[in-house]
């Protein structure tokens, strides 16, 4: 999955044992103004739990897209 950021602030992601999930690559996002980071992780089916921040950011925007990697068939 791929996690854009409106905003340069840390990210975690955690399973459904609070244990944390690898962040495979994290990358600056220059090509829209709206976005300033993007988080890829692979996840399986399940429950995860976010955490943005901490931040001095009043507002902080999320967008989350399937990521498809070559050789997959979906």
């Known amino acids: 999955f791929a996690f854009f950021l409106s905003a340069d602030v840390p990210m975690a992601i955690m ?3 609070s244990a ?5 690559e994290s990358a600056d996002v220059a ?10 992780a692979d996840l399986e089916v399940g429950t995860y739990t976010l955490k943005i921040g ?8 999320l967008v989350v897209e399937e990521a498809h990697h070559e050789g997959e068939d979906h």
Not at 20 to 24: A, G, N, R, T
Not at 54 to 61: C, L, N
Request: glycine letters at 0%; aromatic letters at 0%; hydrophobic letters at 25%.
């Open 15 to 17: 399973d459904a044992n």
């Open 20 to 24: 944390d999930v690898e962040i495979e």
């Open 31 to 40: 090509e829209c103004t709206e976005v300033a980071k993007q988080h890829n």
């Open 54 to 61: 901490p931040t001095t950011e009043s507002t902080v925007s």
